[in-house]
């Protein structure tokens, strides 16, 4: 799309403040925030679908969950897609006229353009062609992308906005457990994960075939680079836009709104959502969906906690 250039400042940022991930994985991160909820008296209940929030008079009064049990509260923080809390988890009667415009415009998947993803389990890492093990070491232990040639890359986004694949669509390949091998056994082993975006929705083959031949054309890839690879895989899990939306609700998009100029800033994403509250009175909105930006980075979540302590206050 137009001037989403900018998203080549992320190459720089990574080489000047550099990338940094939990020991044990991303989950080490949220296991770290919910020890700390615990640790002041904070009580967490996973597994459980809200079905809607309440909203009394004086704006929001807690949550109904999918079994009938209510939960009132003073305050409610949703940290999911704005889809899903303006048009699921509330009543449209709880909303103004002019979100209901703005929902309207709000552009999710507005050129088809999605996320295809493997996680793979190996034996151990193959080392690359044409490397001595060492310094074949030294480059997984980074993003490698693979991408033919620059057209292919452009050909690719063209092509998914059209519900097509090629066969030299670009990827990435992360071997995380180079760095950290608390990640798998002690007796040795690798996992890695292969990333690409796709077409949200396909044209010709759907998500039931499209799914196997795509996850196997990247598996060949990374056994031309390092043959082996394929013969040293123990077990792989493959997530297409389907497998997203099962996940995590809405249309299943990672950044939960498109990364468009429009939708960034402090208005993101929608002007009814900005600043982290709502329509309606003492329901905060927060997530991968609000300002600044998405990624496990937290800035989202702590911003929307100062702003929810500074109304508390008042």
């Not at 250039?5 to 550099?18: R, S």
């Not at 991930?21 to 909820?37: C, D, I, K, P, S």
């Not at 670009?170 to 950290?180: A, E, Q, Y």
Request: proline letters at 7%; aromatic letters at 8%.
């Amino acid at each position: 799309a137009p001037a989403t250039n900018f998203g080549l400042l992320f190459g720089p940022f990574m080489h000047g403040w550099g990338l940094r991930r939990g020991e044990g994985g991303t989950g080490a991160l949220t296991q770290a925030l919910a020890a700390y909820v615990r640790a002041h008296g904070g009580e967490i209940r996973s597994g459980v679908n809200v079905h809607h929030i309440l909203v009394g008079p004086d704006g929001a009064d807690g949550v109904v969950l999918e079994g009938g049990e209510r939960i009132p509260a003073k305050h409610v923080v949703a940290a999911v897609d704005p889809l899903t809390l303006l048009t699921r988890l509330l009543d449209e009667a709880d909303l103004p006229a002019d979100t209901r415009d703005e929902l309207r415009g709000l552009s999710v998947y507005g050129h088809n353009i999605s996320h295809f993803k493997v996680d793979l389990a190996v034996r151990g890492m193959p080392t690359l062609r044409g490397q001595t093990p060492e310094r074949s070491k030294e480059l997984l232990n980074g993003v490698l992308l693979h991408a033919t040639s620059l057209d292919s890359a452009h050909r690719a986004l063209t092509s998914h906005t059209n519900g097509e694949h090629n066969d030299d669509d670009p990827f990435m390949i992360v071997v995380p457990s180079v760095g950290d091998r608390t990640l798998v056994p002690a007796e040795g082993g690798d996992v890695l994960y292969l990333w690409g975006v796709c077409p949200f929705e396909p044209r010709d083959a759907g998500w039931d075939v499209q799914k196997k031949l795509q996850t196997d054309r990247w598996i060949k890839v990374c056994d031309g680079y390092a043959p082996g690879f394929e013969s040293s895989i123990i077990a792989h899990e493959t997530q297409a836009p389907p497998d997203f939306i099962t996940k995590y609700g809405g249309k299943g998009h990672l950044y939960h709104v498109d990364m468009t100029p429009s939708q960034l800033g402090p208005w993101r994403p929608i002007p009814s959502l900005a600043g982290y509250h709502s329509p309606v009175e003492r329901l905060w909105h927060s997530g991968a969906g609000a300002h600044p930006m998405p990624g496990i980075n937290g800035y989202s979540g702590r911003s929307a906690a100062r702003a929810v302590l500074r109304a508390a206050d008042r």
